[in-house]
């Protein structure tokens, strides 16, 4: 099975994969990376900051074959 790396980013933090994941293709890969940006949003949603959350999903080769970004932008309303 393919090897695939995530990397996320939610504005202040980067994390990097370095040791991947199987997956029988990339749009399992995708729905992986789909998944653990909303965990990587609700985590960040409690600095209450408005936030870009970017994951990015390379190959084996390093090359960048997905990205999803989620935009979180808190709004008081007086």
Do not use: K, N
Request: aromatic share 12%; glycine share 6%; charged share 35%.
């Amino acid at each position: 099975m393919p090897l695939y790396y995530f990397d996320f980013h939610d504005g202040h933090r980067h994390c990097f994969d370095d040791d991947g994941q199987e997956f029988p293709d990339i749009t399992a890969a995708r729905d992986e990376a789909i998944d653990a940006l909303f965990d990587v949003a609700r985590d960040r949603r409690r600095a209450g900051d408005r936030s870009d959350c970017i994951s990015s999903v390379s190959d084996e080769s390093g090359r960048i074959v997905f990205r999803a970004r989620l935009s979180l932008t808190p709004e008081w309303m007086t």
